[in-house]
């Protein structure tokens, strides 16, 4: 398996405008050994790709995957704190996809992994575009949008087109364990499989390990949290990316 790598994506331009240039999206990238299975178009929420996202893309690629995580603030200065949704946001997912589909990866077997806002950012990417598969860690804004350029997830579920794990934290307050519920009840009657996942006393993101105090009863350790996240996100994308 080769390491991690920069790229640039292009991004899409209209039908029949010969006079527009498309612009570009930076991506990082991993391909695994050896012919890919699919790919994994992976949203992260901020500027910095952290030694667990790093990871968990060196453990896509080694379960066969093509992980590509475009640079979703690079339209932004540094020193903004601005949310990547609307126009922006398709934009930089459809230049990941289109990248992906330049190397031979089949439409639908492309999935999205987004983690903490941009977990919202997948769900909307998975009601406006023809994915495979979605997961979603930590995601905000169940009951109010976020940000003006994104409906709530009770909203958003209505209209998924694509198989959604949420991974949630019980204790997170960002997301309040009634909101979650009723999310859960939300998302019971949408036309595509979906799954939400609560972690007992895990206080955000179970994809991080978390150290074990803070954890339910049914885990020994926050590995063992992390352990059971990144397995069924691995097994969400495996049955639905086929």
Known sequence: MSGIFEDTAVERTNEGDETESPGTVPVSAIEPDGRARGGIVVLHESRD???ALLGLMRA???????????HLFHREPDDTAAEVFGDNLFRDFDASFDWLRAK????????????????????LVATNRPVGAVVSVAARGIVEPITSGAQSLLDAVQT??????????FDDPETPSEHVERLRDAVATASVATNVVSY???????????????????F??????????????????DSNLR
């Not at 379960?63 to 590509?68: H, P, S, T, Y």
């Not at 955000?204 to 009863?217: F, L, M, Q, V, Y």
């Not at 926050?222 to 994308?237: C, E, K, N, P």
């Open 104 to 123: 031979g990866v089949f439409a639908d077997c492309i999935g999205v992994l987004g983690f903490d806002d941009a977990g919202t950012a997948a769900v």
């Open 220 to 237: 020994e350790s926050g590995a063992d949290v992390l352990l059971d996240a990144q397995s069924r996100i691995f097994d969400w994308f």
């Open 160 to 169: 998924l087109q694509a198989p959604w794990l949420a991974l949630y934290g």
């Open 200 to 218: 007992a006393g895990l206080g955000h993101r179970a994809d991080e390990e978390t150290a074990a105090g803070d954890i339910g009863k049914e």
């Open 49 to 51: 790709f952290t030694p």
């Open 60 to 70: 896509l690629a080694d379960e066969g995957w093509i992980a590509v995580a475009p």
